[in-house]
């Protein structure tokens, strides 16, 4: 499964994170493409973080107390054979490196990287 992280709205990272963990813990491989409104929201500094748009259902999801994007994320790659990459462009951009960012991601790419990494199966954007 390949998953593009586009969009900087929170209850569409929690639900890309629910999808990879989902698919992790059944034994599918997951690649996961971090880039443009997304990225802000795996930032290592708390405060980039909060970049990250929330709408009723964000809001209910972080007042819940059910675990944050970020955690299901680290429960996916714990479950199984999920991979996080960061944009290349987008992190040129703000002028962050990998060390900036989350310690999720295994490596920072471009698109044409990203698509080199990328396996047959399904493909979803969020």
Not at 66 to 88: I, M, N, R, W
Not at 99 to 117: H, I, K, N, R, Y
Request: charged share 15%.
């Amino acid at each position: 499964m390949n998953l593009m992280l586009l969009s900087g709205d929170y209850a569409k990272l929690h639900a890309a994170a629910m999808v990879s963990l989902v698919a992790s813990s059944v034994g599918q491989t997951v690649n996961v493409f971090v880039s443009m409104e997304a990225l802000p929201g795996f930032h290592a500094e708390a405060a980039e973080r909060e970049a990250v748009g929330r709408g009723p259902i964000g809001d209910a999801i972080r007042e819940s107390g059910t675990p944050q994007y970020l955690e299901v994320f680290a429960q996916a790659k714990e479950f199984g054979d999920v991979h996080l990459y960061a944009c290349s462009l987008v992190a040129d951009l703000k002028g962050w490196s990998l060390a900036d960012l989350s310690p999720l991601f295994d490596d920072m790419l471009g698109v044409a990287g990203f698509l080199t990494q990328i396996e047959d199966g399904i493909s979803l954007t969020f």
